[in-house]
């Protein structure tokens, strides 16, 4: 695979490595950009990298900031097309996983969210390892692993009796059209059944993900009236408001329907070796629902490579933005909702972290690596690298670098009635640890 044509010439590498006080690392930065394991990442660069260093508490950091990501790979599976509060891009995972890891090595996520980290590393042919304290995460991460075929699903979906006289016994009416809710809590006694008999299967677990992820929307791919995004429940009293205000009432939508064309549209891209893949890393794959400051089932040193995006501070509840796919799965929201994390103080969020890096110092192999993506909040007040580099470094880990990618987009706003493309740049910021072989 030719890549040198992308990276830096030898003497752009040169003036760079001039401008680094930390020389070795920046060598290491230019060897792990140039790695690939994978086929499919041409490990073309969009931008060279500018230099920076991050110097606190005796640290120097070396800080890559630059648009590694090309438009091309920009392109993620359809798969992943389920919404999430805070979910990252399947772009970043792959970005790690085809670098730092080989095919069968395990890849980890304490706080796995949608599962964008397990999805990419069983589409890569990893073994997915995934936590989060929220069951959601499960419930739409595990199913993607075996996905049915589509006449199964059809099939399973006549079968389910929908009786659209069924009520939920909380008031839905502000979202639901009556027989919608009918058939809404028809299908969730059929799966809750279904489980509770140790009967559920792939198929029923499929629909259960889709369905969770069909809830609430903002469009008629969706089974309620207009709302907020898919991610983000409004409240019964917010949406009585949102209905007033747009003078609406819910109309009928068909279940079966949208769950199919839904199952339609993940599936777009999946060829039969990625369902051959996605099935087989599911035999070795972990799920677990723990606290991610400690993970017991996942075993010391099994893990090559973790990739994750903490939950940031105080800015995403994600138990309040979830209460009606709690509903529908049968999760008691008040015995979830004080484990999620939800930091009020950076002081509180740094000790969080701090627990959280030694189990994954404990489960790293040594040679191991973890990328931890923190943000920038406050209106850029706090960085939390400013509190994850010193908590990594703490527990055991050699923090190598700072990435910063820019992703520039194109966006179109309207001014005075005449479309104009300006760009648009959104930031991931991510923290790369290494375990030293002893
Ligand atoms: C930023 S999101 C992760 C999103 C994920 N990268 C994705 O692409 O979907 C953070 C996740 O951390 C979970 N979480 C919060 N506190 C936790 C804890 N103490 N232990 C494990 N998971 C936790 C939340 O439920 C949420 O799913």
Redesign the pocket.
């Known amino acids: 695979m030719d890549m040198s044509l992308r990276l830096p010439t030898v003497g752009q590498e040169s003036r760079f490595q001039k401008e680094s006080q930390v020389s070795p690392e920046s060598r290491w930065f230019f060897e792990f950009l140039n790695l690939s394991v994978g086929s499919n990442d041409q490990s073309s660069l969009a931008s060279i990298p500018r230099f920076s260093v991050w110097n606190k508490s005796g640290q120097n950091i070396p800080v890559f900031t630059g648009e590694f990501w090309t438009s091309r790979q920009r392109q993620g599976c359809s798969l992943h097309e389920i919404s999430?509060?805070?979910?990252?891009k399947p772009q970043l995972p792959r970005f790690f996983i085809e670098r730092l890891t080989l095919p069968g090595d395990r890849v980890y996520?304490?706080?796995?969210?949608?599962?964008?980290?397990a999805i990419e590393a069983a589409l890569l042919g990893r073994v997915p390892i995934g936590?989060?304290?929220?069951p959601l995460?499960k419930i739409l991460a595990y199913p993607r692993l075996r996905v049915p075929d589509m006449e199964q699903i059809s099939r399973r979906l006549d079968l389910i009796p929908m009786n659209k006289k069924f009520q939920a016994g909380i008031d839905l009416s502000m979202f639901y059209h009556p027989r919608t809710e009918g058939e809404i809590v028809a299908l969730k006694t059929y799966l809750n059944e279904r489980a509770s008999h140790g009967k559920e299967d792939d198929i029923d677990r499929w629909i259960r993900m889709v369905a969770t992820n069909r809830l609430t929307g903002h469009s008629s791919g969706f089974f309620s009236v207009y709302t907020l995004p898919p991610n983000q429940a409004a409240s019964q009293e917010d949406q009585k408001r949102i209905n007033e205000k747009r003078n609406q009432t819910p109309e009928y939508r068909d279940i079966r329907k949208i769950i199919l064309k839904k199952t339609k549209a993940l599936m777009k891209d999946l060829t039969l070796p990625d369902i051959e893949r996605l099935n087989s890393a599911s035999q070795k794959a972990l799920f677990t629902s723990?606290?991610?400051?400690k993970v017991l089932e996942v075993e010391a040193e099994s893990v090559k490579l973790t990739v994750?995006?903490?939950?940031?501070l105080d800015i995403?509840e994600?138990s309040k933005d979830n209460w009606l796919r709690f509903w529908f799965n049968g999760i008691d929201f008040a015995n979830i909702s004080p484990?999620?994390?939800m930091s009020r103080s950076a002081k509180e969020w740094a000790s969080?972290m701090k627990d959280v890096f030694r189990d994954l110092f404990r489960v790293t192999v040594p040679g191991g690596h973890v990328a931890f993506?923190v943000g920038e909040i406050r209106k850029g007040t706090l960085k939390l690298e400013d509190l994850v580099i010193p908590a990594g470094i703490s527990a055991g880990f050699k923090c190598l670098s700072l990435m910063v990618n820019e992703q520039r987009f194109t966006k179109t706003s309207n001014i005075w009635g005449i479309g104009n493309n300006s760009l648009g740049t959104n930031t991931n910021r991510i923290v790369i640890f290494h375990k030293e072989m002893p």
């Open positions: 999430y509060r805070a979910c990252f996520d304490p706080f796995l969210g949608r599962g964008t980290t936590n989060d304290i929220n995460s723990r606290n991610a400051a994750t995006s903490p939950p940031f995403v994600y484990k999620i994390t969080v993506e």
